[in-house]
Structures are given as structure tokens and as C-alpha cells.
């Protein structure tokens, strides 16, 4: 795993928890609507329906609540930017989740019920709560910055799957995109390229003669969206480019071997 940062970023927590909540709320909206063809349509994440895609994101709502209901742990193993180098093992258990989760009830009764909980769960606890997780012991606080990710990401699934136009909360596409750029600045340490994202994030990675002055000589800029499906392998490097959706200058500036991060 690469090497935690020095000075990790900073979310205002109470920020993140409304953001975390509303995009959840945005998403159940969205589920009660959706008819028996929308639920059937394949959701383009493995053999996944749109129906399972939508029990996962109920899951995320419940499985929060799940962790705070079990005894802390005593300790956090894994902060923030350090979550999606170690989402890959999860792979099998996560499909398991979804598909207990969807046998379980109808899904707007899931939602209302993973709502509930999760509101619930968030008002009894503070931030530096360690919860015992799969992936590894996390503070809530921490532990809320990846639910931005996993919300965003997958409300734009589910946008794209099911023709629908959810809303994605500024806030918490904020976080997701300065999480992913942050972690692709972990896993690309180094001052050679500026990756840029506005109106978000800016960080400089990738090995090799550091910029120190005015234009840096390796730019790579992209929106949101885009680079949200750059790091989870929504999108390929080479399509990105080929649409315009991103914008490389310099020699250093093909992320094609450090991309995606998680999938």
C-alpha cells in the first residue's frame, strides 16, 4: 500500500454528514420511482442489474448504521485516502451484500428503512468513533468521506443505467473528487505533473524534476465526472482523451498506467 501523507486533507464533518445523507435521500427518491423495465436493465458493473445496484447503495446506508451499532474498535487502521487501495478484496462480499440486501424487502421499504437507521446511527455518535469494518478499522468521520465517494459514484450508475437525472450534491462531489485526487496523488507520489479538477482539487504527483514556477510543463485537467470515472474505471484514459473529456500536456501527462484506481 503506498505510504500514508504527511498532511492529510481536512472535511468539515458536519458538512460531510449532510452531504452524505441528502445524497442518500436524493437516490431513494429516484428508487420509488423506477419501474419493473428500469429495475431489469443491466446496470454496466459486472452481471449487476439496476436493482442490485440500487440494493447496494441501500446497503451502504445500512451496513453505517450496522458498524455503529457493533462495539468500537479500539484504533483506526486505514484513513481516508488510504480506502480505495483496499476495496478490491472486498469484491465478492460486497455482490453478496447487495443480493441478501434485495431479497430482503421491497427496495423503497429498504430505503426508508436504511434512512432511518442511518439517521439514527449518526446522531448518537461523534466523529472520532472507530468502527469495526471489513476493510479495516476506521473513525466515522474518516469512514463518511468514502460513503461521498461510494453515493456520487453510484448515483452516476445509476444516471447512466437507468436514463435517470439524480441529483449529485456539490458537497459531496466535492469530497469524492478531492478523495480520489488525493489518492491518486498517494499512489503517484511526486511533483512532476499537476492533476487538476476544477473547480475542486489540484495536486502534483507522478516521480521526476519538480515544477516551481508558472505553468507546470505536465498538466492534466479534467472535470468532476470525469475524473470520478477515470479512478473507478467508469471510463478509460484513451476514451476520455478521444471525447475531449480530458485535457493532457507534456511528456508525463498519460495517467494510462496509474488509472483506475479502484473498481
Not at 428500469?38 to 458498524?67: F, K, M, N, T
Not at 468514502?146 to 466535492?174: K, M, S
Amino acid at each position: 500500500m503506498p505510504p500514508a501523507r504527511k498532511k492529510p486533507r481536512t472535511y468539515d464533518p458536519a458538512k460531510i454528514r449532510s452531504a452524505v445523507t441528502a445524497q442518500f435521500g436524493h437516490v431513494a427518491d429516484a428508487v420509488r420511482e423506477l419501474t419493473p423495465e428500469q429495475l431489469a436493465r443491466p446496470a454496466g458493473l459486472g452481471e449487476w442489474s439496476v436493482a442490485e445496484l440500487c440494493a447496494h447503495i441501500a446497503w451502504i446506508a445500512d451496513s453505517l448504521a450496522g458498524g455503529l451499532a457493533r462495539p468500537p474498535a479500539a484504533v483506526a487502521e486505514l484513513s481516508a485516502v488510504e480506502w480505495p487501495f483496499a476495496t478490491s478484496s472486498l469484491a465478492g462480499k460486497i455482490s453478496e451484500a447487495a443480493r441478501e440486501t434485495l431479497a430482503g424487502a421491497p427496495l423503497p421499504e429498504l430505503y426508508e428503512q436504511a434512512a432511518a437507521r442511518m439517521a439514527q446511527a449518526l446522531a448518537a455518535n461523534p466523529g472520532d468513533r472507530v468502527l469495526d469494518l471489513w476493510i479495516g478499522d476506521m473513525t466515522l468521520a474518516d469512514f463518511l468521506v468514502t460513503r461521498t465517494v461510494e453515493l456520487v459514484v453510484h448515483t452516476d450508475d445509476l444516471n447512466r443505467a437507468a436514463g435517470l437525472d439524480v441529483p449529485i450534491e456539490r458537497q459531496a462531489l466535492a469530497a469524492c473528487t478531492r478523495l480520489l485526487a488525493d489518492a491518486f496523488a498517494l499512489k503517484a507520489p511526486g511533483g512532476s505533473v499537476e492533476v487538476r479538477v476544477p473547480p475542486f482539487a489540484v495536486v502534483q504527483c507522478i516521480e521526476g524534476p519538480r515544477h516551481t514556477r508558472g505553468t507546470p510543463p505536465n498538466v492534466v485537467e479534467t472535470d468532476p465526472l470525469t475524473w470520478l470515472r477515470l479512478a473507478t474505471g467508469r471510463t478509460g484514459w484513451a476514451e476520455a482523451l478521444d471525447a475531449a473529456q480530458v485535457r493532457a500536456s507534456g511528456e508525463r501527462a498519460d495517467l494510462s498506467a496509474l488509472l483506475p484506481l479502484m473498481s
